[in-house]
């Protein structure tokens, strides 16, 4: 397993497991497919989850993206 790809399970783990950053970052590589193949769909549903816990650039990113 590439070191790119343990960073992204890691990734995935702190997101599902509540962090509120990590959420934002999964969110946004999925969005741009980085580190991952793109997801948007994904992507904002990551972004959700921490913008529904306050993440102000969450926010700023859904809103940015209509």
Avoid: C, R
């Amino acid at each position: 397993m590439s070191q790119q790809s343990e960073s992204v399970e890691a990734l995935v783990w702190q997101a599902a497991s509540g962090d509120v950053e990590a959420q934002y970052a999964l969110g946004v590589a999925l969005l741009n497919g980085e580190g991952v193949d793109a997801n948007p769909e994904k992507g904002v549903e990551w972004l959700k989850a921490a913008a529904s816990a306050g993440h102000a650039s969450a926010i700023e990113k859904l809103k940015a993206l209509g």
